[in-house]
């Protein structure tokens, strides 16, 4: 079992940054790829960015491309997503996921966190 616990969202106004964190526990971290989802009310879980065990390969969504990026610590088991010029359409809860592979689709990650809110203001 990897046990995830994600950290860092909140209330910010369009344009602005916010970094999220996601402390792994329990099997070894860098054995796992990792990934960040979001889903805003009424939508589906969507990809956002994901990293390979030791961070040689990232993967973005479109829509995050150029402004987010993703980073891991395998010292520190984390993964972090740092998420600039925000825009409302990015306010979503965050969820940080492990699997065995990097990539877009939730089928491929075992493990999930509970989830942090990101709110953007316009």
């Known amino acids: 079992q990897v046990q995830l616990v994600e950290s860092g969202g909140g209330l910010v106004q369009a344009g602005g940054s916010l970094r999220l964190s996601c402390v792994a526990s329990?099997?070894?971290?860098?054995?796992?790829?990792m990934g960040w989802f979001r889903q805003a009310p009424g939508k589906e879980r969507e990809f956002v960015a994901a990293i390979s065990w030791n961070g040689g390969s990232t993967f973005y969504a479109d829509s995050v491309k150029g402004r987010f990026t993703i980073s891991r610590d395998n010292a520190k088991n984390t993964v972090s997503l740092q998420m600039n010029s925000l825009k409302p359409e990015d306010t979503a809860v965050y969820y940080c996921?492990?699997?065995?592979?990097?990539?877009?689709?939730?089928?491929?990650?075992?493990?999930w966190g509970q989830g942090t809110q990101v709110t953007v203001s316009s």
């Open positions: 996921a492990a699997g065995s592979f990097a990539g877009r689709w939730r089928n491929m990650y075992d493990y």
């Open positions: 329990g099997r070894t971290f860098s054995n796992y790829a």
